[in-house]
């Protein structure tokens, strides 16, 4: 069973910068497909980036990319998102969830897909 804690988020002014951390417990650590879904308000869940663990292939979602980047830390089995240059329309509830897939797996990007999930956390970004 993996078991996902996220940590960090919270207010930032525009163009500042959070990160974001989920730790994973439970499952071989580098056979994970790896996403962070954000939810803004009156909006669906979108994707914001998916890693694959074993591989290191990270994908991002055109809002976000070059602003936003997927790190992973397998001494410490977590991962995390380094959020800069944020904008107002961040502003989400973001979590990360995860899927078992193996390295050369191409990590699914769909909601429906994803099994483990954190219990999201807050960023809000003000004008």
């Known amino acids: 069973q993996v078991q996902l804690v996220e940590s960090g988020g919270g207010s930032v002014q525009t163009g500042g910068s959070l990160r974001l951390s989920c730790a994973v417990s439970?499952?071989?650590?580098?056979?994970?497909?790896m996403v962070w879904f954000r939810q803004g308000p009156g909006k669906e869940r979108e994707m914001v980036a998916v890693?694959?663990?074993?591989?290191?292939?990270?994908d991002y979602s055109d809002s976000v990319t070059g602003r936003f980047t997927f790190y992973q830390d397998n001494a410490k089995n977590a991962v995390r998102l380094e959020m800069n240059s944020l904008k107002p329309e961040d502003t989400a509830m973001y979590y990360c969830?995860?899927?078992?897939?193996?390295?050369?797996?191409?990590?699914?990007?769909?909601?429906?897909?994803?099994?483990?999930w954190g219990q999201g956390t807050q960023v809000t970004v003000s004008s």
């Open positions: 890693r694959n663990t074993g591989s290191g292939r990270t």
């Open positions: 439970g499952y071989t650590f580098s056979r994970l497909c």
């Open positions: 969830a995860a899927v078992r897939g193996r390295w050369d797996t191409r990590c699914p990007r769909e909601l429906r897909d994803f099994g483990y």
